[in-house]
């Protein structure tokens, strides 16, 4: 069975802990929304921080609201570029991971562990996963159709009553496929 689904496009960001916003931006810090995402409740932040490994930096978004971990996700290009070399792992699956430095404007920090690259996944609403039978942490395929048409296995299935129904894909397996921006792709069940 195939069903079409919303793909989006993710970006290298980052999801701060309030200690660890509070000691980049100050005491009692709160992110200033630019826009929703669409998962409910996330927003891209006007703020943006630096990712700093030995003399390799990068600029990166913030994504809020602020989570009970200090968290990195970068595409692979930016871990070549950066010189490190984490997992690919579902989001808030950080132990034994990399650490990094983060600079912000009233301080830095150094995370331990938090730098993964994203597992592609499906964030799938309970109605959605009930109504289709999948059941969450089940891989999936999705297929994307075009001149560069592409077929991405084990895309982990995120449950949840409070997700909207979308594929997730870093900004390297997007170009790979030639999607260029959101749109639609194909869902194997």
């Known amino acids: ?39 409910p409740g996330e927003f891209a932040a006007q703020e943006s921080v630096e990712i700093v490994n030995k003399d390799r930096r990068l600029n990166i978004r913030i994504v809020g ?7 990195v996700e970068l595409a692979m290009t930016d871990c070549y570029f950066l010189r490190v070399f984490p997992e690919i792992r579902v989001s808030g699956d950080i132990a034994n991971t990399p650490g990094i430095t983060i600079k912000g404007p009233k301080g830095s ?26 059941k969450n942490k089940q891989k999936l395929k999705v297929r994307i159709k075009g ?34 921006k959101c749109g639609t792709v194909d869902l194997e069940i």
């Open 1 to 39: 069975m195939i069903k079409k689904i919303k793909a989006e496009i993710s970006a290298r960001h980052v999801h701060l802990s309030q200690q660890d916003a509070e000691k980049l931006f100050g005491k009692n810090f709160k992110f200033k929304k630019i826009k929703d995402l669409s998962q």
């Open 65 to 71: 609201p602020v989570r009970s971990a200090t968290q």
């Open 109 to 134: 920090i150094k995370i331990k562990q938090g730098v993964i690259v994203p597992q592609r996944h499906l964030h799938i609403s309970e109605v959605d996963a009930k109504k289709w039978k999948i």
């Open 147 to 180: 001149k560069r048409a592409l077929t991405f296995d084990d895309v982990v299935a995120r449950v949840s009553k409070n997700y909207s129904t979308a594929i997730h894909l870093d900004t390297d397996e997007a170009n790979a496929a030639g999607l260029l």
